[in-house]
């Protein structure tokens, strides 16, 4: 059965070829390179000194997309790669990235990723990241992924990442540096169960005059998972940033947030929130008198929670 990540790469690679989509692919499997296209306005180059890519976005480039999509499917493979984004002034682009390990082996198998963006002046990025693990193996599935974020004047990114099942361990990092005028959303959903466990980590600097930052982290700990949110928000300049984290806890898991602001200007506005709890009876139960069980209850809950 093809996991969302396969499917992803499949349908990717048939709009290339078919001339359906605009913009770049690069695919990856178990540490090599399977598929790459190019455009006119966006290039894909290997590095030269160590394991990774390049992707160049022209200045002025809009409606295009570019698609990175990584598969591991060999049990005790462990792959360590280097991407840098380089998007020039006034550009738009879509850029989609994931991870699929299929693990079924006794080994474990681990992905780590460490993505650059150099975001030009008054671009705009959408960059999506998705990761999902399966497989019947002992060994586990271990994602490490590193986001840092150099935006320039007028720049703003759109950050969303998703973990849903499947991930045994990962640990996720986030850095930004933001100009004057420049914008960033960070939007996380994450889902956990059994026994795993989940870290985010994030640094964002609001370095320019008007500098903004929201970030919004959504997530289920369900079972005896084990999940810990740590944002910190550094106000140095005349900005805005709002920090929120809402999390369901259920059995018998553990969720830390752990959000920290700082404000080094007078005119730094900074707010953080958090809110962990259990899903509320009264839910439940209006659900259920619509004719629902109490499992499809509290599954229709969790779906719109982290949609």
Do not use: W
């Given at each position: ?113 460490v993505h ?126 709002h920090v ?46 619509l004719g ?16």
């Amino acid at each position: 059965m093809l996991n969302d990540v396969q499917k992803h790469i499949l349908e990717v690679v048939a709009g290339m070829k078919n001339g359906q989509a605009s913009g770049a692919v690069n695919i990856r499997t178990d540490g090599k390179k399977t598929y790459r296209a190019n455009s006119e306005h966006i290039t894909i180059e290997s590095k030269t000194d160590k394991d990774g890519i390049d992707i160049r976005v022209a200045p002025g480039t809009r409606g295009e997309q570019v698609h990175i999509p990584v598969v591991l499917s060999e049990s005790g493979f462990r792959d360590l790669v280097y991407n840098d984004f380089f998007i020039g002034e006034g550009a738009d682009v879509v850029i989609v990235a994931g991870c699929g390990i299929h693990n079924c082996g006794e080994c474990d198998s681990q992905h780590d990723g460490v993505h650059t963006f150099y975001v030009g002046k008054n671009a705009h990025v959408v960059y999506r990241e998705s990761h999902y693990g399966e497989g019947d193996g002992a060994g586990k599935r271990i994602l490490n992924p590193q986001t840092i974020l150099y935006l320039e004047e007028g720049a703003s990114v759109t950050l969303e990442t998703s973990q849903i099942r499947g991930v045994d361990d990962t640990k996720r990092y986030t850095k930004a540096v933001l100009g004057k005028n420049a914008e960033i959303v960070v939007q996380e959903k994450l889902l956990t169960h059994g026994a795993q466990h989940a870290e985010s980590e994030m640094d964002i600097f609001l370095n320019g005059e008007g500098a903004r930052a929201r970030v919004v982290s959504r997530s289920v700990a369900q079972e005896q998972s084990v999940q810990v949110f740590y944002p910190r928000v550094a106000g140095n300049a005349p900005c805005f940033g709002h920090v929120s984290c809402d999390a369901i806890i259920m059995g018998g898991a553990q969720v830390r947030a752990i959000p920290e602001i700082s404000c080094n200007h007078v005119d730094a506005g900074l707010i953080h929130e958090a809110a962990i709890g259990k899903i509320a009876g009264d839910q439940l139960l209006k659900l259920m008198t619509l004719g629902l069980s109490a499992q499809e209850a509290e599954e229709k809950i969790l779906e719109g929670f982290l949609r």
